[in-house]
């Protein structure tokens, strides 16, 4: 109980924090990132893919199942147990809606040539990625089995072919993958939510980007531990431009740019 409240205040600090220093287009200097705000951020079309992988959103959400869930990392902060129904899955796991169609709209702008997931769940923004552009491959990894099982189900109901789920640690198997890829194009960090793993993961993809590769980060102030790895990844030398959008971190590696940090309203 302690510990709960614990969280929920340090969570309620950021988000004051981050409400108080958020700004929009208007206080924005840099042509990149003030096209970033008002072609994607403020991008308010709804395209064809949305309804279809809500409705499966919604189904999980109502889903009674009861399944074994192999918890390898530190992921919602909601008590996990072994045996765990899918809608709790889907109710305490998957992102907002709002921040899925974020990424469909970053694909589509960015066009980056393959994507890269760590921490599938049940598949939702696997598909909004995947749906942005079908000529792209979405290789997306997940720990847990029958989680992973679910998952596919749903890649397969929404007719996405060019999915590519790894079912293993994702420690184990996220090093093999980045050993055989030449570059990252595109990399959404949704794993184990604890420092020394979101750290490690950062520095074994860092290895393959290119100037065109964009990185996020999920829960970026869900806890003291990710609030201090996002701190950290953050002033990488590497690192051209940082975006803070209180749920997720956005990263870019373009040269000729500013190093600069933004706190953007979303």
Known sequence: MIKAFQSDFFILKQYLGYFLTAVDQYSLHSPFIFQFYT?????????Y????????????????????VRDLGTGSRKKVNKKRRVADIARNSL???DFSRL??????????????????????NASYLAKADSRITVTTLEGCPEISRIAQD???????????????????????IVDKTDYLDFVYFDANH?????????EQCLKKTSETSIFIF?????????????????????????????DA?????????????????F
């Open 95 to 97: 992102s907002k809606a």
């Open 39 to 47: 072609n994607i951020i403020q991008d308010r079309r709804r395209f």
């Open 154 to 176: 749903n890649f397969h109901q929404l007719k996405l072919p060019n999915i590519h789920i790894i079912t293993d640690n994702i420690d184990e198997s996220l090093p093999l």
């Open 194 to 202: 604890s420092l020394e793993a979101t750290f490690r993961y950062f």
């Open 49 to 68: 893919a949305f309804d279809e992988i809500e409705a499966i959103r919604s189904s999980l959400i109502h889903d009674p199942r009861l399944i074994e």
């Open 103 to 124: 990424l469909f709209r970053m694909v589509l702008a960015y066009k980056p040539r393959n994507i890269l997931e760590l921490g599938t769940s049940l598949g939702i």
């Open 218 to 246: 999920d829960d970026i102030h869900l806890s003291r531990e990710m609030h201090t790895a996002w701190n950290l990844i953050k002033e990488n030398p590497a690192v051209s431009i940082s975006i803070d959008l209180f």
């Open 249 to 265: 971190g956005i990263l870019f590696f373009r040269q000729g740019l500013k190093k600069e940090h933004y706190i953007l309203e």
